[in-house]
């Protein structure tokens, strides 16, 4: 019996979304398969990593990740500029962290003045995200979106309780927008659909569905995200052909993979290596259930995961 | 395609006779489809059934167990191609490849790694399951020296023989006799006799072409010898090749009930760089891969990749569980809150997570509610007043601390009343819906 | 077609308060309101039902009764408040039904209850381990249950399998295998096995508006593929009478005439069968 590469090919394909401007814009998605998959299809744009700094210093980060960013992340510009210039960063996600109510607290117009100064110093697409305290976010990324006018930024994240006003703002400051949804791929579509029923063009959204460390959940981040491609390329699902987020280095540089010493857990070998593989790991799943954009954080995870999709290219 | 349960009823006798040891034939019919009884079993099968359940009843990837004793491992028998569908049937296989150009110490170092690579993780006992040998050298004798080590240093652990060498594989396979190894290495060049090595020594044979249409020519030429316990390999060995070769081969076998195909894979991932290394086992682990033969196995990259291959190996269907206790989060002191919650594993590592996020030391009392969430156990019977009582009163708790307050999911606030009167000297305060909400009612009350 | 009234569960608010103040009033008007519309049996769930179950069943069973001449569904997870209710279950005007018993060994005490006071049962095609991905698996399920009901002595004819109906807006696959089930579930047995299930699961979770759509359109599906009882409204069901042909040819690619039905018709078809994802908002799509 002769053997015939048993191929498939999609009703569907994934929207191209575009952030920042001039010559250092990036595009994502666009692909008519599977992420990977060019035995079968079209991928016309490179999976993005974009490099996670924040407004305040890392205090919370493990160590062997805040100590790569010593003397630059006391400044969110000069952390901007060290990732843009020293670390090759094709994009950067600023996570104004500090403006949770529980933390610094810091006002809208701080993250204001904190965006305008990071997109003066670098040419790179931004990506700019609340603290994920719903309903301050609101006001911060109004104030946020205002002040990087012009620069074609990916905004988020708004999510089913606050996406009006994140959602108008955008809209009013011609801006991509992340849509978040908590692990459920039919919320993911509601929120589309409310999103869009606002007059927001459903090909400048990014789905966030919500990326889980190795170990803690990953298969629940890996399945629905798989489950959306899929929809997007099997059913045409108009609504859900959108490109997907993985923010994924927040939730590994959290669990104790990445934080216990190899004295307090001498069979999980070294931390620095097992901290860095964890994140590449994590990021490696996630873009191969089809994720097209990850935020990451340190850099030599950054640099396997890329050397991998030189690899998968 | 493998037959349903329903479809193989029909094909019964329904005499509901009870010889198979089922009490109906139906339920005879359900094993059947599962797997789990051979047709022999029943006695009164006509000719004409016996035949269409002999073809069509074959999983379309054939299941084969490597290795013998508590060590085997089974291969093959998948039935999806992505996990949200049904779960991923067998685990893969990690191997570590140890050439035979090392030392002999280097060898006996290498076997005690995967010997000490026994990790537990959410209840499940996580290792290196098998050793590959290596004919680096090509030499024969080489190849059986470090054969002997290995079956010396690390007994019983399943063994791939790596060469393409008949004779040298012959020499080496002897000493695994009744392990059941795998024979790799069988190409177009030596298939013969590379066969008849396997069939002589009831080994797997390991089959690997310059392609897919190489490899499903050669499994056929094997079957045609007799030996059908494979394992196959289509050359890929950059990422790109490999995803696209396992996914070809899954699909075939599966959509296409292409059965030369039908085999579980090997992939060999070895790299210079570790790290690479471990990124492309990943790729292999996620992307069908039935063995994921390494080149190092340290500590730090085998906890990341057992864990991805418990993540994509669990079942959609049933919930991961955590174990039953009393779990300190934090230093907790005797005035430190205790709160309850289910075993979900989810919910666990949510909920703690914010616990720990709060940097509010507390107790977290863990109750076996078979891995369902808050209202869903509570719904099921499994989450309730009675149970959570019982669970606080067995657990000693009231002798460590000073402040009996029970802290309850606010999505069972409707126990409230019914838990204070099984616990007489608690006083339960109904905590947040969510999760998320804790942090902020934690720091309220400390 | 038996209909089995789903409206007096502890769930409800006016009802729980009426179970906890032992107020007949609104029990009994709320049963009589079910017979009239067309329930041939009435569901009395109790929830888990830890503390005084017994008595509450026996209260509920007996309050019912004395005002519908109908046999009781008896649901609750508390098995001394099942045997309770069975005590003192007026079969004149059939058989009581316990809801439920599955494969999961806990359950199996509730076959024995219907083997003892010769009742029917409710078995869940569900086990220990998981929920069944598919009908394959639920079938396997419904196998070894019937051979258990056997073995226990229990006719078959009295045995009505539930695939176990999951809500659409976190279980959508789960539509289409409950569908399958049911056509299954049919060619197990000579006579075929009796089918039920608990209707508004599929709609649980989904705002108002939406929930009789899909519960009507789910359930002419399901009535199509063979299923002989159901715990539902038996207002709805009445409503799903209506609209059954215009489903029924919409569901085989005909043409109706109200357009505007068509569109909803067709689109619910679609979310059902798994073609298109759901969403809250399916319909304004």
């Known amino acids: ?313 | 395609m493998a037959l349903s349960g329903v479809e193989i009823f029909k094909l019964l006798p329904k005499t509901n006779c009870k010889k198979c040891g089922q009490a109906t034939c139906l339920a005879f019919a359900m094993k059947l489809a599962q797997r789990q009884a051979t047709l022999d079993m029943c006695p009164d099968v006509s000719e004409e059934s016996k035949k269409v359940l002999g073809d069509a009843a074959a999983p379309p990837i054939r299941p084969l167990t490597f290795g013998s004793g508590d060590k085997a491992v089974k291969m093959g028998e998948e039935t999806v191609l992505f996990r949200h569908e049904k779960k991923f049937v067998n685990p893969c296989v990690f191997a570590v490849e140890v050439t035979d150009t090392l030392s002999e110490t280097d060898i006996a170092s290498l076997c005690e790694q995967v010997l000490n690579s026994e990790m537990d993780r959410v209840g499940q006992k996580l290792r290196i399951d098998s050793i590959a040998i290596s004919n680096a050298s090509n030499d024969a004798g080489k190849l059986e020296a470090a054969a002997k080590t290995v079956a010396q240093k690390a007994p019983g652990v399943p063994v791939i023989i790596n060469t393409t060498n008949p004779q040298a594989a012959e020499a080496a396979v002897k000493i695994f006799v009744g392990n059941k190894p795998v024979l790799y290495g069988a190409n177009a060049g030596n298939m013969d006799a590379m066969a008849a090595v396997a069939k002589a020594s009831n080994a797997i044979l390991g089959i690997v072409a310059s392609g897919l249409e190489e490899l499903s020519a050669l499994t056929e030429k094997a079957k045609a010898q007799g030996v059908e316990d494979l394992v196959i390999d289509s050359g890929a060995r950059k990422a790109k090749d490999i995803l696209e070769h396992n996914t070809l081969i899954r699909r075939a076998a599966l959509k296409k009930s292409f059965k030369p195909l039908g085999y579980p894979t090997i992939n060999f991932v070895t790299r210079e760089c570790s790290m690479t290394e471990a990124l492309v086992a990943g790729i292999s682990v996620a992307k069908y891969a039935s063995i994921v033969v390494l080149g190092s196995i340290e500590k730090w990259k085998n906890l990341a990749l057992f864990t991805l291959r418990q993540n994509i190996y669990t079942d959609p269907q049933v919930p991961m569980q955590v174990e039953q206790k009393i779990y300190n989060i934090g230093d907790p002191k005797p005035d430190s809150p205790v709160l309850i919650t289910t075993n979900f594993s989810l919910t666990y590592f949510i909920v703690s997570g914010e616990i720990e996020s709060s940097r509010v030391p507390c107790r977290l009392a863990v109750i076996d509610a078979e891995g369902l969430s808050v209202l869903t156990a509570w719904a099921a019977g499994k989450f309730s007043a009675g149970k959570i009582a019982a669970f606080i009163t067995e657990s000693g708790l009231d002798k460590e601390i000073s402040r009996k307050e029970l802290v309850i999911p606010g999505y069972v606030a409707i126990l409230s009343g019914a838990i204070e009167d099984k616990l007489p000297d608690w006083k339960i305060v109904v905590g947040p819906r969510e999760a998320n909400a804790l942090p902020t009612f934690l720091k309220s009350r400390a | ?285």
């Not at chain 1, 994502?28 to 999976?47: C, I, K, T, W």
């Not at chain 1, 955008?170 to 949804?181: E, G, P, R, V």
């Not at chain 1, 889980?212 to 491609?229: F, H, K, P």
């Not at chain 1, 997907?244 to 540089?253: A, E, P």
Request: proline share 5%; net charge negative; hydrophobic share 45%.
């Open chain 3, 1 to 285: 077609m038996l209909i089995i009234g789903e409206k007096l569960s502890i769930i409800a608010k006016r009802v729980r308060e009426a179970m906890m103040n032992k107020d007949k009033g609104p029990i009994q008007e709320i049963a009589l309101a079910q017979a009239n519309a067309g329930a041939g049996m009435i569901d009395a769930n109790i929830g888990p039902a830890e503390d005084g179950g017994e008595e509450l069943m026996q209260w509920m069973v007996t309050t019912i009764q004395d005002v519908v001449q109908l046999p009781v569904c008896l649901d609750t997870t508390n098995f001394k408040a099942i045997e309770a209710g069975l005590q003192v279950h007026n079969n004149d005007w059939g058989k009581a039904l316990i809801n439920s018993t599955s494969n999961d060994p806990e359950r199996f005490p509730f076959l024995e209850l219907a083997v003892k006071y010769n009742c029917q049962i409710i078995g869940l095609t569900v086990g220990k381990g998981g929920l069944p991905a598919d009908a394959e698996e639920r079938c396997a399920l419904a196998a070894e249950m019937m051979g258990r009901a056997m073995e226990y002595g229990l006719p078959l004819e009295d045995l009505l399998l539930d695939p176990l109906v999951l809500q659409i807006a976190t279980c959508q696959d789960h539509a289409r295998h409950v569908l399958n089930s049911v056509s299954m579930f049919q060619s197990i047995n000579e006579p075929p096995m009796k089918t039920i299930v608990g209707l508004s699961n599929i709609s649980n979770g989904c705002p108002k508006p939406l929930r009789p759509i899909l519960n009507k359109y789910f359930f002419i599906l399901l009535e199509n593929a063979g299923l002989s009882h159901v715990i539902a409204d038996p207002k709805e069901m009445a409503e799903a009478a209506h609209d059954r042909q215009m489903v029924l040819d919409v569901f085989s690619g005909k043409e109706i005439e109200d357009k505007a039905k068509m569109v909803e018709i067709q689109k619910t078809i679609d979310v059902l069968m798994g073609k298109t994802l759901y969403a809250h908002s399916y319909l304004e799509m």
């Open chain 1, 1 to 313: 019996m002769a053997f015939a590469a048993p191929k498939e090919s999609y009703n569907g394909s994934v929207y191209a979304v575009t952030i920042g401007t001039g010559d250092k814009a990036v595009t994502v998605g666009g692909e008519n398969a599977l992420q990977f998959h060019s035995f079968e299809g079209d991928m016309p744009n490179r999976p993005l990593i974009a490099y996670e700094i924040q407004d305040v210093p890392p205090e919370d980060w493990p160590e062997n990740v805040k100590k790569v960013f010593d003397g630059v992340s006391d400044c969110p510009v000069k952390w901007a500029k060290f990732c843009q210039d020293e670390l090759k960063a094709r994009a950067i996600a600023l996570r104004l962290v500090g403006t949770h109510p529980d933390r610094e607290d810091r006002s809208a117009e701080d993250a204001a003045k904190t965006v305008k100064d990071v997109l003066a110093a670098i040419d790179v697409p931004l990506i700019i995200l609340g603290s994920n305290h719903a309903e301050k976010d609101t006001a911060v990324l109004v104030a946020a979106a205002e002040a990087a006018k012009d620069r074609n930024c990916l905004i988020g994240k708004a999510q089913e309780t606050n996406y009006k006003t994140i959602v108008a703002a955008a809209m009013a400051n011609d801006h991509q927008l992340i849509a978040l949804s908590e692990l459920d791929i039919n919320l993911a579509k509601q929120l589309n659909i409310l999103i869009t029923q606002m007059g927001f063009d459903k090909e400048r959204i990014v789905t966030d569905p919500m990326s889980s460390a190795l170990g803690y959940g990953l298969e629940y981040s890996y399945s629905v995200t798989e489950r959306i491609r899929l929809a997007a390329l099997t059913q045409n699902d108009q609504i859900m052909q959108q490109p997907i987020l993985s923010d994924i280095g927040m939730y590994v540089w959290k669990v104790k993979e990445t934080h216990a010493s190899e004295s307090d857990q001498p069979q999980w070998g070294p931390a620095e290596d097992r901290g860095i593989l964890w994140e590449a790991e994590s990021a490696t799943a996630m873009l191969t259930a089809g994720a097209e954009m990850l935020i990451m954080r340190h850099p030599k995870a950054v640099a396997a995961v890329e050397a991998l999709i030189d690899e998968l290219a």
